[in-house]
C-alpha cells in the first residue's frame, strides 16, 4: 500500500526539475491551498494538482489520497455542523445537549466543511506529488549545502532505513534456525521472543553505528569543507517553472489584497463571482501553475522543444 | 496601497493553518540550526541516525495499529540518556524519514515537532532531575501520548474549523481521544517491556562515545 508513496523514476519532466525550482513550485501549491478559501480557487487547484500528479504518471496510487479525505472530511464536516454556530440560515434546529447547547446546522456551516474537504484533498494531493516528484536524495542533497550535519543525520538514516529492515528479517531467520519459532508458544512466550529479536536489532544497529563512524572518520569526516561530487544543472525548463510559481504566487498576493479570490461563509455566504476579476485572476494563476505540465507535456512529444529545454 | 497591504496581512492573520504551519516550520528549522552550531563526532551522528532509523522502522510493523507505535518511547529513552539536541534530532529525524516510506503530508512537521519536543523534553528532565527513574519515564511517555495528539490536533483545528473556539477544540480531542489513550497506553507497554533493556543498552554506548586522547610522548 506504501509503496504508491514513494518515490519512482518513471522518466518524467517533473520528476528531473532543479531541486530548487521542484520545491518553489510544490511550496507555492502548499501554500496557496491554506491561503484560498474560495471554493471555486480550491477546485482550480485540485485540477491543476492532479494534471501534474498524472504528468509523473502517479494517478493510480492518488486513490489512497481520496480514501483518506473521505474518511477525515466525515470528522470536519460533523464537528463544524455541530459545534459551529456563525451561520445565519440555519436549516435544522436540534435538541440542547449539555456541553455543546442548542444543535443547529446552517447552510454556511454545511458550505464551509464542504469547502474545507477539497482543501484537506488539496493539501493531501500536493504532499502525494511531492512524494512522486521529488527523490529524497534529491532534498537532502540540496539542504547540505546549508545544514551539512542535519542533512548526514538525515541523509544516513535513509540509508539505514531499508537495510535495518532487512535486518529484521535476517535476524528472524536466524533465530528460527536455532528452532525460535515466532508462531508458537503462549502470550508470554512469544512476547519474550520478540524481546530478544528486538535487543538484537538494537545491538547490531548501534555497533554498525560505530563501524560507520570509524568509516567517517577514516574519509576525513569533518576535517574541512564538506566535499560535493555532484552538480545539479539549472536548465530553461527550471527558469520558467519557478517564474511560472513565483507569478502565479504574485498574482496571488494581488487578488487576495483587491478580494478577488477571497470569499467569506460567514454570518452569510458571500457570491461565488463577485465580478469577472474573480474568474480572470483564477484563470492566471491556474495558466501560471500550469506551466510546468505544459512544458512536461511538450517534452514527452515534441523533440526539438526536449532538446532547447 | 499600504492600506491595501495592510488589510491584506490583518485578513491573513485569521487564517491560523497557513501561519501555524509557518511557525512550526520556522520553530524546526531553528533547532537544525542550533544543532548545526554544536561541534559533533562522527560516532555521535552514528548514533543519532541509527536511533532515529530504529524509531522509524519501528513505525512499519505497527502501521496498520492506530496510534500504537513504539517510536516515543525509543525517542524518549535516547534523548534521556543522550541529552535534549540528540533526543530533538533522534525524534524529527525519524518522523521525516519513516514518512519518506510511509509517505509525507501535511502530519510530517507537526510529527517532526511531536517527537522532537519529547527528546528534547526527556533531555532535559535528565539535566533538571537527575534522579529520574523508570517511574518518571513511564509517567512522561503516558502523558506524551495525549500532548502528541493534542499537537497533531492543532493544526486540523486551524486548518479546517472557522471560527475557533475552544468547543471546537475540545471536539477534535474527543474524536481523537481512544486514538491518543492507544498511543498512551502503547507507550507505557512499550517502556515496560522493552525500556529497562533499552536503557541499559543505551548507556553502555553512550558512555563509548566520549573518547580520551592520550598523548604519549616519548623521553629523549
Redesign the interface.
Known amino acids: 500500500m506504501?509503496v504508491s508513496?514513494?518515490y519512482q523514476d518513471n522518466r518524467r519532466l517533473l520528476q528531473h526539475l532543479h531541486p530548487v525550482a521542484a520545491l518553489v513550485y510544490l511550496g507555492v501549491l502548499g501554500?496557496l491551498t491554506?491561503?484560498f478559501?474560495h471554493p471555486l480557487y480550491l477546485l482550480g487547484l485540485l485540477v491543476v494538482i492532479l494534471l501534474a500528479i498524472q504528468a509523473v504518471d502517479g494517478l493510480k496510487g492518488w486513490e489512497?489520497c481520496l480514501k483518506f479525505t473521505l474518511g477525515?472530511s466525515l470528522?470536519?464536516l460533523?464537528?463544524?455542523l455541530?459545534?459551529?454556530r456563525?451561520g445565519e440560515t440555519v436549516i435544522w434546529w436540534g435538541p440542547r445537549l449539555p456541553?455543546?447547547g442548542e444543535l443547529t446546522i446552517s447552510v454556511e456551516a454545511i458550505c464551509?466543511a464542504a469547502t474545507?474537504c477539497v482543501?484537506?484533498l488539496d493539501?493531501?494531493s500536493v504532499?502525494?506529488l511531492?512524494?512522486r516528484m521529488l527523490h529524497?536524495d534529491q532534498v537532502l542533497r540540496l539542504f547540505s549545502r546549508f545544514?551539512?550535519?542535519?542533512a548526514?543525520?538525515?541523509s544516513?538514516?535513509?540509508r539505514?532505513?531499508p537495510f535495518?529492515?532487512r535486518e529484521?528479517h535476517n535476524l528472524q531467520e536466524v533465530l528460527s534456525i536455532r528452532g525460535v519459532d515466532f508462531r508458537k508458544g503462549t502470550g508470554k512466550e512469544r512476547?519474550q521472543k520478540y524481546?530478544s529479536l528486538?535487543?538484537l536489532?538494537?545491538?547490531n544497529?548501534?555497533e554498525?553505528?560505530?563501524e560507520?563512524?570509524?568509516a567517517?572518520?577514516a574519509r576525513a569526516?569533518?576535517s574541512g569543507p564538506r566535499s560535493r561530487y555532484r552538480k545539479e544543472v539549472f536548465r530553461p525548463r527550471d527558469f520558467l517553472c519557478l517564474t511560472g510559481s513565483l507569478l502565479a504566487l504574485f498574482v496571488t498576493?494581488y487578488g487576495?489584497?483587491?478580494n478577488y479570490s477571497?470569499f467569506h461563509?460567514?454570518p452569510q455566504l458571500g457570491y461565488l463571482i463577485s465580478n469577472t476579476m474573480t474568474l480572470v485572476v483564477l484563470g492566471i494563476i491556474l495558466v501560471l501553475l500550469s506551466l510546468p505540465i505544459i512544458i512536461s507535456w511538450g517534452w514527452q512529444h515534441c523533440p526539438y522543444f526536449n532538446a532547447r529545454i | 496601497m499600504p492600506e491595501?497591504?495592510i488589510?491584506?496581512l490583518l485578513?491573513?492573520r485569521p487564517?491560523w493553518?497557513?501561519l501555524s504551519?509557518g511557525i512550526i516550520m520556522v520553530a524546526l528549522v531553528l533547532f537544525?540550526?542550533r544543532?548545526?552550531r554544536?561541534?559533533?563526532?562522527?560516532?555521535e551522528?552514528?548514533?543519532?541516525?541509527?536511533?532515529?532509523?530504529?524509531a522509524?522502522?519501528s513505525r512499519?510493523p505497527f502501521?496498520p495499529l492506530p496510534s500504537i507505535q513504539p517510536t516515543t518511547f525509543i525517542v524518549i529513552i535516547s534523548g534521556f540518556v543522550l541529552g535534549p539536541p540528540a533526543g530533538f534530532?533522534v525524534g524529527s529525524?525519524?518522523a521525516?524519514?519513516?514518512n519518506?516510506?510511509?509517505?509525507?503530508?501535511?502530519w510530517?512537521p507537526w510529527q517532526m515537532w511531536g517527537w522532537g519536543l519529547a527528546g528534547l523534553l526527556a533531555g532535559f528532565i535528565k539535566i533538571t532531575f537527575p534522579n529520574t527513574g523508570s517511574r518518571g519515564l513511564l509517567i512522561f511517555c503516558f502523558f506524551w501520548g495525549y500532548i502528541f495528539g493534542w499537537t497533531m490536533n492543532l493544526w486540523?483545528w486551524m486548518?479546517?474549523?472557522?471560527?475557533l473556539?475552544w468547543?471546537?477544540f475540545?471536539?477534535?480531542c474527543a474524536?481523537s481521544f481512544w486514538f491518543d489513550t492507544l498511543h498512551a497506553v502503547g507507550n507505557v507497554a512499550f517502556y515496560w517491556?522493552?525500556g529497562p533493556?533499552?536503557l541499559k543498552?543505551?548507556r553502555r554506548?553512550s558512555r563509548?562515545l566520549r573518547v580520551r586522547q592520550i598523548l604519549w610522548v616519548e623521553e629523549g
Open positions: 506504501w508513496f514513494q501554500g491554506l491561503v478559501a489512497l477525515m470528522l470536519i460533523l464537528i463544524n455541530l459545534v459551529v456563525a456541553v455543546l464551509y474545507m482543501r484537506l493539501i493531501l504532499f502525494y511531492f512524494n529524497p545544514a551539512a550535519q542535519s548526514l543525520v538525515l544516513l538514516s535513509t539505514m532505513f535495518l529492515l529484521v512476547l524481546l528486538f535487543n536489532l538494537l545491538l544497529a548501534l554498525n553505528s560505530l560507520t563512524a570509524e567517517m572518520q569526516f569533518a498576493i487576495q489584497i483587491y477571497t461563509f460567514y | 491595501k497591504i488589510s491584506f485578513q491573513l487564517d493553518g497557513l504551519m537544525y540550526w544543532f548545526e554544536y561541534s559533533i563526532t562522527a560516532r551522528v552514528a548514533l543519532i541516525a541509527a536511533l532515529a532509523t530504529i522509524a522502522v512499519i502501521a534530532m529525524t525519524a521525516l524519514v519513516s519518506f516510506f510511509l509517505g509525507q503530508g501535511p510530517t486540523s486548518a479546517f474549523f472557522h471560527p473556539s468547543t471546537s475540545i471536539a477534535t474524536a517491556l522493552f533493556t533499552f543498552i543505551l554506548y563509548k
